[in-house]
């Protein structure tokens, strides 16, 4: 039986219709069922999935979201005060126009289901403020992380997004209020 205390997982994040069958930046098939060449570091040849693209782009119910610069705060501090009230500690975030991602330490077995309970809480605060329709893709990623090298590995990768643009946070120590 795997070790049930608290630890750290690196959540990945995506808004609806970010990642689509036959993305040319590369995709994968459920449960990786079929064989897809390629990967977002090696990009499958141009043009090879253009049909695959076509149909996932056709079946959308409405156009793909890209969260607004204006948006993004909104967006990360709804997220992480969400993760935060369930128990969760967040270290860092980034919010970027498609995806998110989050370094954070929670019990065992509850990234997914805190995951969404947090998506949820995000969207109704941006329905509050001016959202309208979808937001976010179905599931996400939850990624256990296996080491103090790779949650430092994790941290670097989730503050570089900062140079892409994205939204970032990342926790500090309470001030004790002494000079």
Known sequence: ??????????????????WLYGDPRGFRTR??????DGDY?????????????????ESLKCAPVCVPDCLR????????DRLQQLGAFVLCMSVGGQHLHILAKLPFGKAREWSGIAKRHAWFVLRDRVWKGKLWAKRG?????????????????????????????????PSSGEP
């Open 1 to 18: 039986m795997p070790d049930q205390s608290p630890c750290w997982h690196h959540l990945i994040l995506s808004t609806y219709g970010s």
């Open 31 to 36: 449960h990786h069922r079929e064989h897809v």
């Open 41 to 57: 570091k090696n990009p499958p040849p141009q043009g090879l999935y253009v049909e695959r693209a076509r149909r996932s782009r």
């Open 73 to 80: 705060p909104v967006v990360g501090e709804a997220l992480r």
């Open 141 to 173: 990623k939850a990624l256990r992380v296996s080491s103090r090298g790779h949650q430092v590995n994790v941290y670097r990768y989730i503050l570089g997004h900062a140079q892409e643009g994205a939204w970032v946070w990342k926790w500090s120590r």
